[in-house]
């Protein structure tokens, strides 16, 4: 069975710096996947990075990249220069590859932006 | 824009009362599925379907049935609502390779449901 941990429940980061989202990962299978999602006010999810287990660099997506250790478990969403409009819910989850792709998910971690 | 729509958006109803969501693709992917998310947990994944017929359950499937009868629509049924699947309810659709390394989920819109 997989397991996602986010033990930030929430944060605050001044606009214009970066911030680190927590996200560690257990699991068995040597072949999975990592994901991010943002989910603001208005509820909807959004896709932001993924990274593949067997991935030898870190995923970069715009201002997010994921900050990936594979034998620490942990799979860190890094957002540079924060911006007002990333106040929003993220969440961290994971793909397992042998059952139907279903992504497990972390209890998120609630960003807030100061001006 | 993954061409996933979701219906009703919102709902109202009483328990014990059958209620039905859909879950409407554009684009003719083959896995699709359903999650729930409640305060304090991210989403968890009710049903799953890998085509037409066929369907799977997922982390919290009781009290829930599943039903793809075409490849662009994924329903969810509550056969007698209770207060405890008062929710917000996700469809997703895998886009990428059927199996594949790099499958991303994309989400619907959201259905909240609640029963009173």
């Known amino acids: 069975a997989q397991k996602i941990t986010q033990t930030q429940p929430g944060m605050f980061v001044q606009e214009k710096e970066a911030v680190t989202l927590d996200c560690t990962y257990d699991?068995?299978?040597?072949?999975?996947?990592l994901f991010w999602y943002k989910q603001p006010s208005s509820g909807e999810m959004i896709f932001l990075i993924y990274q593949g287990s067997y991935d030898e660099q870190n995923a970069t997506e715009g201002r997010y990249s994921l900050n990936f250790q594979k034998a620490r478990k942990s799979a860190n969403l890094v957002i540079s220069a924060s911006q007002l409009g990333d106040s929003a819910m993220y969440f961290c989850a994971m793909r397992a590859f042998n059952a139907g792709n279903m992504l497990t998910f972390g209890g998120g971690t609630r960003l807030m932006v100061k001006p | 824009d993954a061409g996933i729509t979701q219906s009703p958006r919102h709902k109202v109803t009483e328990t014990g009362t059958p209620v039905t969501l859909r879950c409407h693709q554009t684009?003719?992917?083959?896995?699709m599925y359903w999650y729930r998310q409640d305060p304090g947990h991210g989403l968890r994944l009710i049903h799953y379907s890998y085509g037409v017929k066929d369907t799977d359950k997922g982390e919290v499937s009781d009290g829930y049935s599943v039903s793809r009868s075409k490849t662009e629509d994924f329903l969810l049924t509550l056969e007698s609502a209770t207060s405890s699947q008062t929710s917000v309810y996700f469809c997703a659709i895998s886009v990428g390779s059927d199996v594949g390394n790099t499958d991303t989920q994309y989400f619907g819109p959201g259905t909240r449901l609640t029963v009173l």
């Open positions: 699991t068995s299978d040597q072949s999975y996947g």
């Open positions: 684009e003719n992917h083959r896995y």
